[in-house]
């Protein structure tokens, strides 16, 4: 599947050698273009694309925005319409800046940004070092690192899902967007380093 990444940091470098390396066509981009990605894009080889937040954004059938969430107004909606766009996104106020979410989830307002997108939250509970370690597509799905996910989109995170299993972790159901709430910092599940069916234990008790 061709895929875009928007954000080229921690989450968004892991993201990107991994599923190139499940054999997924990898365009990802910056806020400083293309000229300043080359070198990453060559080290991570399988054939990975520098381009433009709208250049990426285009080229992805699914779409990862992965940008620091302050950021989330320069993100291309247009050339996402339609698409499945995971949301990777943590608000720190002290990072990002006052945002009024107007009482919904970050996933939920940024759904709302991304007009028309297929908004599914994933990847934003996991530490970027694990994410980079932890994935291992020979153990049996109840005996990965869980990582949960929601969206109002079944179709789309049935998607999502097996992306997941592809880089080695099992995907767990957190719900719809609004439940996304139960996954961001500081949260039971936040970080935590479980199964499947624990992180289903976790999350019931939300
Ligand atoms: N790090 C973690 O362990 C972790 C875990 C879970 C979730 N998250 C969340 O995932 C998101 C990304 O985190 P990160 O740690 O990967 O961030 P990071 O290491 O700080 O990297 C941010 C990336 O976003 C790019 N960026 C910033 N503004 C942009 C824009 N307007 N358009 C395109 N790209 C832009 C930056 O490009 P430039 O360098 O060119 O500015 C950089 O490549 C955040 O919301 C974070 O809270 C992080």
Known sequence: MKIGILGAGHIGKALARLLAEAGHDIGISNSRGPDTLRELAEQLGHGVKAYTNEDAARFGELVIETVPFGHYADLPAVQMEGKIV?????YYPERDGQIDLGGLSE????????????????FNAIQASHLETLGDTSKPLGER??????????????????????????????GNLERSKNQQPGTPIYGAEVNAQQAQDILAKQ
Do not use: Q
């Not at 995971?86 to 943590?90: E, G, H, Q, R």
């Not at 996933?107 to 994933?122: C, D, E, Q, T, Y």
């Not at 049935?158 to 972790?169: K, N, R, W, Y």
């Open 145 to 174: 690192r869980a990582i949960p996910i929601a969206s109002d989109d079944a179709e789309a995170k049935a998607v999502v899902s097996t992306l997941i299993e592809e880089i080695g972790f099992a995907a767990v159901d957190n």
């Open 86 to 90: 995971i949301d990777t996104a943590n």
């Open 107 to 122: 996933s939920a307002f940024m759904a709302r940004h991304l007009s028309g997108a297929r908004v599914v939250k994933a």
